[in-house]
């Protein structure tokens, strides 16, 4: 759907995608990530703001609430969608994929991102409430 040449997948949780997606267990995400069309992630915010600090849009197939919470705001952005594991099928049929668009929407975010410490804020406000 992204045109993409090629799916690889990272780490031990195995969906199912079927042979034709690479499957490796580690991968060093600061060189992978920026060439890397589209990221389908489960939402969570480590993942998602590797994929978005690198400039790539996100989908994501949320597990828990928090990440359904972080994919409307990516959808806000125009920087992700959120799909649903039972349903993302039918929810691509009925809202075509607009690839250059989230692409853009993860770049310009991308461009902020390089002057936050968004993992030294989020230490920062963890040890402010065990504090």
Known sequence: ???ASRAIRIGSFDP???????HYQWLPGSQVLPRCKFVLTQGGAGSTYQALRAGVPVACIPSHRNHV???RILEKLEAGILLYMETWQQQLKEMPLDVNKL???ARALSTHMQHIDGPGNAATAMLDLIS
Do not use: K, R
């Open 103 to 105: 692409q853009a929407g």
């Open 69 to 71: 919470a972080l994919a």
């Open 1 to 3: 759907l992204v045109g």
């Open 16 to 22: 199912g995608y079927g042979e034709h997606v690479a």
